[in-house]
């Protein structure tokens, strides 16, 4: 069963995304109101179809610890699921990329206008300095920052170092950090053909205020983010 609803998902999510891009190109040309509009709907008609296909529903906790204003999220990252969320889950989030991304066709034009925060990859200080320009921008928008600060994605109980980029940040803006949590790798594994129907569960963590340095800022993200998502994984597994 969960064979057939994975492939019924796959043929209908990918089916679905191509057909929108061939036909609403055009769309990104629109004020950006109208783009995150329609970028809302369509997010929201693949948790239709995850619900309805897979049987695959997600909780989420700690909304309380997101403060008004822009702040920092670092995201723990497992799977496509949330980079397909991230904008049901936060206000107007700006997420930050790889350059490279911004240029495909359509999708790429959607997340110009959507205000993503591209980053150069190659010599290490011209990808900081295009992130920094990009995230004082974002904040002087009001907007929150969501960063993977593992840089990849990495499956449950895995590990991947930290990159000091959003160590960077919280220096460099004086934004709190607010850690997020979830358990999406074990419902959408990475480069997986199947999805498994439960509930993924993403958690915010109280956030990490600005005035520690860089390293006691990393340390402490990692520390809490590492337990905390451990803590999910191990829940799911229980059952």
């Not at 061939?22 to 995150?36: I, S």
């Amino acid at each position: 069963m969960i064979v057939l609803r994975s492939l019924v998902f796959n043929i209908a999510f990918y089916g679905w995304t191509a057909c929108l891009c061939l036909a609403l190109w055009w769309v990104p040309l629109l004020p950006r109101p109208a783009v995150m509009a329609v970028v809302h709907w369509y997010l929201r008609t693949v948790s239709r179809l995850e619900r309805t296909v897979i049987g695959l529903r997600y909780e989420v906790r700690g909304r309380e610890y997101l403060p008004a204003g822009p702040c920092l999220v670092a995201a723990k990252h497992q799977s496509a699921w949330e980079t397909l969320k991230l904008h049901l889950l936060l206000p107007d989030p700006a997420v930050v990329l790889k350059r490279e991304l911004t240029r495909l066709p359509v999708w790429g034009w959607f997340a110009v206008k959507a205000g993503m925060i591209p980053v150069d990859r190659g010599a290490r200080g011209r990808a900081l300095a295009s992130l920094l320009a990009g995230a004082r921008q974002v904040v002087a928008e009001g907007r929150p920052i969501v960063i993977f600060p593992q840089g990849t994605r990495t499956a449950p109980g895995t590990h991947h170092p930290y990159r000091i980029g959003v160590g960077m940040l919280y220096e460099q803006l004086h934004l709190p950090i607010v850690p997020m949590a979830l358990n999406s790798g074990l419902y959408w594994p990475r480069r997986a053909f199947l999805k498994r129907p439960g509930t993924i569960v993403v958690e915010f963590l109280p956030p990490i205020q600005p005035g520690l340095d860089r390293h006691q800022a990393m340390h402490e993200l990692e520390a809490r983010l590492e337990a905390a998502t451990d803590r999910l994984v191990a829940e799911a597994a229980a059952g």
